[in-house]
């Protein structure tokens, strides 16, 4: 077997090189030809390329098969792109009929929703974010691309890019959070794992970064919903992570199902045209989201589905996802000149744009290798790395009196929990191949970690939702004689992602309860969270000793959790997303502006908050402990003003006070105090995860250049603006050290 994780290192070296520019789409050489096939094509053929459909899905071994109706279509050069087919076999055979039968031999592109896994099941996306680690992040697309390519698959739809301030909403779980420059980057090396460094790594795949625009924006956190921002809030908070991938190299976008301003993406042509095609300069392809163009219908903006493929094919929706407005609809209307043809030929070029980038017309069987898809699937290398990326995703939250990490020789240990033992959670929300035989559960690697000499017992001692408490007693009796508990507590996989949005956030079933009656009995209690949004957990935060966030993790989950809880890695994971204390106090996010009255905890003011609950988060962004202890000291600036083309050194000191080697995610935030627009309190501009060997200190800098402190201003330049701007720096959204400077201009 090839080895893969070796290219990263020389990957990193070429990106400071070539990824300060923007990667380009267009080739001049490729976009002749194009303009050669488009000037032959007929109408029927173009309206092709610009549809697609889903495969009839597939069954339990993976085997995908075609509608017979959409094999005459291929034939007939009549669709361009398939969604959830792969497998070297079926794609190999269905490109044969596109590049044999078809008049023209324009290959077929295959695309499929590998979020965080096809068969080997990485850690969700929310997890990986939390590891602010841009070595796990890049990996995990980069063997993503190469198993999902050797099993024929061309494009993933993701990286969801979407920033998520609202908990309640299911699709928290795919994506980084809520921080626009920890969500860039991760967008960015998200979109160079997938697509190669610009396809110069074998096995690269189109990236497709979604749901454009602001989707994590639905008011009430409800799936679908509604979309009502400022154009300067759509700038600088929800376009960034987009703005990022695009700027390295992703050829692809999906829009989104949601309305902003009252128009739905899918017919926004001001988001799509305007802001995205011309402003930011797009080359790719836009797909729409699945049957988002039918839908509106009943947005309520089209009458019928051929007003709705006009709307969307003005737009700039390139693809019409399995609603078949653009096959039914599209050729009466450039018949009757109700659609300009060149709208039509500029979407198709954009599709054939995207098949030459991937060489699709050099080689349309470069991923049907049935040898690749053999190799390439769920090896030891890529189920290492799954681990890695999970014990790294782990945030500890609460550490009282050190009681982690667990000695391997203690005496006894109960684990508690219906999640504890379940195979199939932790395959997250986005599973796809991912076979729950392969789950190491958490009992599973307590086992693995533990030898004969530790009695282990295990209890479900209640389910996720159930009520009953038929299994508190056995659980109870057994915390009872154990030396310590192990209680795993959360969510099933299946209550986060798309439309599993939740009116409350709280712990479900009577699993708290559960807690409650075990912590009576016995003090030495570490909670482990599995869930694929925060949640609010008041009453463990307040009693438990020790609480680990461990999101979904993927196939390793048991073995990662287990490294940690025993030491074996000292955990460094950090949120990327605020935990509230209360439902009632979401949208609830760092980054918030100070307004006109901002919070006191002197109840006889008139200021912004609520009368019966803290201002504070129960976990800030930013958050997460470690087995080391770290002092931060000494903030200080190369200088205290500095004009536009200067840089700002930001230094401070570390000091690891413990005895363990440990790894330290340092964080830097700056607020800018004055400006044209109100600006947030504190916005992160710039982390690095630094390696601190115990009793060491160690200094590290950060340089700020005047693009970190730019906006989008009321006419939406980027700019910064002359004033006073505070910096801090810390290991977290709050606790941090203070400096300030002045920007001259
Ligand atoms: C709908 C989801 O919103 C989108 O994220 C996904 O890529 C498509 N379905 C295709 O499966």
Redesign the pocket.
Known sequence: MKKFRFYFTLLLFANTCLFAQKVKLINSKTEATIDSIISIMTIEEKIGQINQYSANWWDFNGVCTVKPEHLLLIEKGEVGSF?NIFGADITEKLQKIAVTKSRLKIPLLFAL?VIHGFKTTFPVPLAEASSWDMDIIFNSARYQAIEAASNGVHWT?NP?VDIARDPRWGRIVEGAGEDPYLGSQIAKYRVLGYQGNNFTLPFSIFACP??FAAYGAVEGGRDYNTVDISETTLFNVYLPPFISALNNGAGTL?CS?NEIGSIPSSANKHLLRDILKTKLGFEGLVVS??NSIGELINHGIALDSKDAAILSINAGVDID?ESNSYFNNLKELINTNKIDIKIINDAVKRVLRVKFALGLFENPFKYCNKSDEKQNTLTTEMIDFSRESAKKSIVLLKNNDNILPLKKDIKSIAIIGYLANSKKNPLGSWEQLGDSNNVVTLLEGIKNKLNNSTKIDYSVGCFITDSSRKYFSEAIELSKNSDYVILNIGEDSKMTG?AKSKSNINIPGIQEELAKEIYKVNKNLIVVLSNGRPLTINWLSENVPAILETWFLGLQSGNAIADVIFGDYNPSGKLPVTFPRSTGQIPFYYNHKNTGRPSSNDLTQLTSRYTDLSSSPLYPFGYGLSYSTYKYSNLRLDKKSLNESDSLKVSIDIENLSNRDGNEIVQLYIQDITASLTRPVKELKAFRKVFIPANSKTTISFTLKNDDLAFYNNQLEFVSEAGNFKVFVGTNSEEVLVNSFELIK
């Open positions: 969604l929703d739809f969801m979604k749901h999906m199902f989201d699945w996802m798309e």
